[in-house]
């Protein structure tokens, strides 16, 4: 139990948390709620900068690391773009 809180696997857990977050939203929406993009670039955006955390937590190469914080932020600038587009009159 100990190398699951220290080491990059309780992330790995919580990123197949977020992957059936995912699956389960985009069931639900068939029937109703919010747009499935904003929902998915959201979740994607999360999982980005986790997957950063896991990178730095096993030590990977930095480019590892850079990759994760760009897709984090390209997932994140996606986010508002759609908020701001669905607010806009």
Known sequence: MPDLLTGSHIVDVALLIVAA????LVLWRRRRGPGRGALLVNLASGACLMLALRAVLAGAPGYWLAAALAGAGTAHVADLWLRLRSAAP
């Open 21 to 24: 977050e995912a699956v389960l």
